[in-house]
């Protein structure tokens, strides 16, 4: 689809002549186009010949027809196809042999004739020149404007967000994915765990340039923004990357600074179905997925009124549902104390009272985002405190929880990872995009991540528990410096090369990713990313502005995809006893509504009493040596805070949610 200003003078056509006959004309087509970016005769009358391959007439179109000559020169940079402009065809139709009076125009970098008159002389064929993507220059493009051209080779979809706008689609020989997610900046060869310099930022470079020369963009030959009905839509009422197209024939329109196929006939299309969740085996499953901004708040970052925040919560649910999880890494949950319950007890409305429980930590100040954790009660039961790391140099607390599997005692660590974000504001110094594909605060990103790595490595230390399972959303592709240092100190990239989790401006990648120690990596069953959100169009979410596209479904609930690990549960390390990470006391909350309060050095003998959110006193107990079991039955659902009072004055506290 393209838009265009129509000037008064524009709609003062000369009358359109259709009369059989014999006639010569002036200026060759090859001539009027010339072998630059701008026509020799423009503002010039001209008369020329040609014959019409393409028309498209009335309001809300191109507006007008396409004429050819073929081989009307032997220069192969001179276009043998323009552009005639006039909102009236008349009976004009493809196969008619015409010849043209009008005036040359430049618009917009387009070639065109305006003002027409036409004389039909009989009538002709066209051959579509073939076209081999890619070209040798993107430059190219500007030989074949106006001509009748045919892509023999089958074309991927590799972008679909100006599709339900603007009727268009970008394809190419096959989807395009973001040259870090397989090139590593620093390494020639992608395996290596360089995380400094740019010594390979050429091939990144390289690659952008190959795509640039692989990529045209379809049009659907309207003019009107939000075609009704949407053209080419699959079954399922989408069109989603990873659809093909076979066959494709149309004539070449530049409009908007882009080259365009306007479709002659049909356009046939293979459609990418909407996947099921994948099988990832195993006696459990862990799942991890950026929210896209699941704010209480309304008018926030993420829901902008009620109706928003209730179909952003349907499909959410719809795809936490069916994923059924044992543990769920849940980012860009709104940094409160409402949303992650709000969410939370929804989930357990659909699927049983009680089902999952939560964990978090507060980010920074009272903005922002933060992760969370979600189990399920009757398979795992946690057995460490939670831990935070949440300094310098992060910008939100990633959190680490020991699990121990229900059914035989078994253990492992699971901690959610959730990087700074590539967006420039506020970016100085090395945090600056250095031009080698890894965008900005890529800096910060690296520092992050050396500092997880030791931070995780001391988890296993101090617990004992060596299996650890690291999930969520990085804000780096495969091969970016991050996750080197991730792979450099020993964690275990768990998912298939090749996947894709993310959409943006053309290429697609992983972002999200799962990590593991290697007694982790032994007790794997499988890993997959459920494409539910990348390959659909944005604009079937859950906006207002989107309401007659809305899908109650788990479809484009978001703008990330989840991943999803299945772990043999036999398979994991047996027999590992806690060792307490720190000597601070704990509350740990159990399945069945009771609360395990452990005191820690210096506290035996204090008291323990808990808080509802609005400061009331819900609960006082005389906490013992070594701990004792507190029955939180009685409490309403909801947040508390926990003081624990030493014998000497000394305050510790806590928050828990309880179920």
Not at 164 to 184: E, K, M, S
Not at 282 to 287: M, Q
Not at 296 to 302: C, E, F, I, K, N
Not at 355 to 369: C, I, K, R, S
């Amino acid at each position: 689809m393209v838009f265009r200003s129509f000037p008064f003078l524009r709609f003062l056509f000369l009358p359109l002549l259709v009369l059989m006959g014999n006639s010569t004309f002036s200026q060759s087509i090859c001539e009027i186009q010339g072998n630059g970016a701008n026509s020799p005769f423009v503002g010039q009358s001209i008369n020329t010949e040609g014959i019409i391959t393409a028309v498209f007439s009335g309001s809300g179109t191109v507006g007008g027809y396409f004429i050819e000559q073929p081989d009307c020169d032997a220069d192969p940079m001179t276009s043998n196809g323009i552009l005639v402009y006039t909102q009236n065809t008349g009976a004009l139709a493809v196969g008619m042999r015409v010849q043209v009076t009008g005036t040359v125009a430049e618009f917009n970098g387009l070639t065109e004739i305006t003002n027409p008159s036409a004389v039909v002389l009989g009538s002709g064929t066209v051959d579509p020149t073939d076209i081999s993507l890619p070209l040798a220059s993107a430059s190219q493009w500007e030989q074949y404007e106006g001509m009748l051209l045919r892509f023999p080779a089958t074309l991927t979809v590799t972008d679909n967000q100006g599709w339900v706008q603007y009727g268009q689609l970008g394809l190419a020989p096959q989807r395009f994915f973001t040259p870090t997610n397989f090139i590593d900046p620093n390494d020639a060869v992608a395996s290596g765990t360089t995380s400094t310099g740019s010594t390979n930022a050429a091939a990144v470079n390289a690659e952008y340039d190959l795509q640039l020369r692989s990529y045209i963009l379809l049009d659907d030959g309207r003019t009107n923004s939000y075609p009704t009905p949407l053209p080419w839509a699959g079954p399922q009422g989408t069109l989603r990357s990873g659809s093909t197209i076979t066959g494709l024939t149309g004539v070449l329109h530049y409009n908007f600074d882009e080259y365009r196929i306007q479709p002659v006939g049909t356009v046939n299309v293979t459609y990418d179905p909407r996947p099921t969740v994948p099988d990832v085996g195993g006696d459990i499953r862990a799942a991890s997925m950026n929210l896209l901004n699941y704010f209480t708040t309304l008018g926030d970052w993420g829901a902008a009124n009620a109706g928003e925040l209730g179909r952003q919560r349907t499909k959410l649910l719809a795809a936490l549902v069916a994923m059924d999880a044992d543990v769920y890494a849940l980012h860009e949950m709104q940094n409160n104390d409402e949303a992650w319950p709000d969410l939370l007890a929804a989930l357990n409305a659909q699927v049983g009272t009680g089902t999952y429980a939560g964990m978090e930590e507060d980010a920074f100040g009272t903005g922002g985002t933060k992760s969370v954790i979600f189990y399920r009660t009757t398979t795992l039961s946690p057995v460490t405190d939670l831990f935070v790391i949440d300094d310098f140099p992060f910008q939100r607390p990633h959190i680490t929880q020991g699990f121990q599997v229900n059914a035989d005692g078994r253990r492992f660590l699971f901690s959610t990872a959730h990087m700074r974000s590539k967006l420039c504001d506020n970016a100085t110094g090395g945090n600056v995009d250095q031009n080698d594909g890894q965008g900005c605060f890529n800096s910060n990103r690296r520092d992050q991540a050396n500092a997880l790595v030791a931070h995780w490595e001391g988890l296993r230390n101090s617990t004992g528990i060596a299996a650890q399972l690291i999930m969520g959303d990085f804000n780096s592709y495969t091969e970016e410096d991050p996750l080197d240092v991730l792979r450099a100190g020993g964690l275990q990239h768990l998912l298939p090369e090749g996947d894709h989790s993310y959409f943006y401006r053309g290429t697609f990648g992983s972002l999200d990713h799962a990590f593991g120690s290697l007694e982790m990596v032994n007790a794997l069953a499988q890993t997959a990313t459920w494409n539910i959100n990348s390959d659909e169009p944005q604009k079937f979410d859950y906006s207002d502005n989107n309401l007659s596209r809305y899908q109650p479904n788990a479809f484009r609930c978001s703008d990330h995809d989840p991943v999803l690990v299945g772990i043999n549960v036999g398979a994991l390390p047996l027999g590992v006893q806690e060792r307490t990470a720190s000597l601070g006391p704990k509350l740990i909350v159990n399945g069945n509504g009771s609360g395990l309060w452990r005191t820690g050095e210096g506290f035996n003998g204090s008291h323990f009493r808990m808080f509802d959110m609005h400061g009331g006193l819900k609960l006082e107990e005389a906490a013992m040596s070594d701990g004792r079991t507190v029955d939180l039955s009685g409490l309403a659902s909801g947040i508390y805070l926990w003081h624990l009072i030493g014998k000497n004055g000394e305050l510790e506290t806590g928050k828990i949610f309880v179920r």
